[in-house]
């Protein structure tokens, strides 16, 4: 059983920036291909941002050149940075694990407003 906890999300004004962590149970970690999805009011969960266990990393076009994901597997953590953060980013964002199964974060609300 892989356990993924979510933080940093928050209230953030327009142009600002957070940065989100999730941390998982295991020190297997480093062998798990991650990534950030992003769930809106009204829409379907979305992927934001995947990274490979060896650090190769892909991007929504939505967020390319805004986000940044990335991994420090001696502290079992993925981080998404987010910057030039718009009101259409306000979702609740969720951890994803790939390892043989899937697990899931159970989400942190991002709301951009002013």
């Known amino acids: 059983q892989v356990q993924l906890v979510e933080s940093g999300g928050g209230l953030v004004q327009p142009g600002g920036s957070l940065r989100l962590s999730c941390l998982a149970s295991r020190s297997t970690f480093r062998l798990y291909f991650m990534g950030w999805y992003r769930q809106a009011p009204g829409k379907q969960r979305e992927l934001v941002a995947t990274i490979t266990s060896s650090g190769g990393t892909n991007y929504a076009d939505s967020v390319k050149g805004r986000f940044t994901i990335s991994r420090d597997n001696a502290k079992n953590t993925v981080y998404l940075q987010m910057n030039s953060l718009k009101p259409e980013d306000t979702a609740v964002y969720y951890c994803?694990?790939?390892?043989?199964?899937?697990?899931w974060g159970q989400g942190t609300q991002v709301t951009v407003s002013s």
């Open positions: 994803k694990a790939n390892w043989g199964s899937v697990y």
